[in-house]
């Protein structure tokens, strides 16, 4: 089970820092995701990172803004959402790949557990 926390209500040009915690052990073998979902909009990709290597992968729309990291002793993940603009307001879900082996996917259909996702509101 994955537990979203971190959402909130920003303005534009500023940070917010989302965290995913699984409530049993993340195991070498995932894939952990962020996803997005705007209003009248379908999924999409954010930020993956690889659980054994740290490897990780961004959306174009989100490089150098948003970055994906992992703290393997709490299996949690984080997404620091720098430069926010009212382009980023959707609802952040994670996700988690189980059998991934190191292969990173973008496609939401590939995660198999979902977290209850949490809301981002960036003004302008």
């Known amino acids: 089970q994955l537990q979203a926390s971190g959402g909130g209500l920003v303005q534009a040009g500023g940070s917010l820092r989302l965290s995913c915690r699984a409530s049993?052990?993340?195991?070498?073998?995932?894939?952990m995701g962020w996803f997005r979902q705007a209003p009248a909009k379908e999924r999409e990709f954010v930020s993956t990172i690889d659980w054994s290597s740290a490897h990780t992968e961004d959306a174009d729309s989100v490089k150098g803004r948003l970055t994906i990291s992992r703290d393997v002793a709490q299996n949690t993940i984080y997404l620091q959402m720098n430069s926010l603009s009212p382009e980023d307001t959707a609802i952040y879900y994670c996700?988690?790949?189980?059998?991934?082996?190191?292969?990173?996917?973008?496609?939401?259909?590939?995660?198999?557990?979902w977290g209850q996702g949490t809301q981002v509101t960036v003004s302008s």
């Open positions: 049993g052990r993340i195991h070498y073998t995932y894939v």
């Open positions: 996700a988690a790949d189980r059998d991934a082996f190191g292969v990173v996917r973008t496609m939401a259909g590939d995660y198999e557990s």
